[in-house]
């Protein structure tokens, strides 16, 4: 019950920077190509015991709320739970050959930079992406869809591996 409250109240804080914070820098005519997104780090973190219905209704809930604060009817839905469906298939593929630990989230300290960088990349560009496709909604433009998404993806992954460095301690 307490990880669910530090969950909830991680999502929330990750909420307000992303509401607070990152939607409002303003870069004049470079906004189109910036507007990284990081409230999807709860998805990407939570341990891999995590039951696989629960976790979509959570992506389900998550990308509502964020819906309604961005206006952005029902993209923020569509691309959590699209990550929420493809963490699994992610996670067999980069897991080392005895598996994770199924109790423990997924950060830099309990699966190590390298694998937590890998990882976090593959699941920021399937967000951005999913995300930036059905916000444009034409395949003409694929490329700028695609350049768009993995500039966003590097400047999110940034900002979580710093979040997470100022967050986490070593135990």
Known sequence: MIEGVKKAVLFLILLLI???LIDQIDLGSFNYYFSPIIYGLI???IHPGFDF???LIAAFIMGLSVDIFRNTLGLNISSLVAVA???KYILSIISPRDGFELNKDL?????GLSRFLIYA???LMIHHFWFYLLEDFHFNQLHIVFIRSLFNTCIA???IVLFQYLTLRKK
């Open 157 to 159: 992954l940034a900002f």
């Open 18 to 20: 992303q509401i607070l």
């Open 53 to 55: 219905r629960y976790l």
């Open 43 to 45: 998805i990407i973190i």
């Open 107 to 111: 950060n830099i300290i309990s699966i």
């Open 121 to 123: 990349s593959i699941m």
């Open 85 to 87: 469906y493809f963490r």
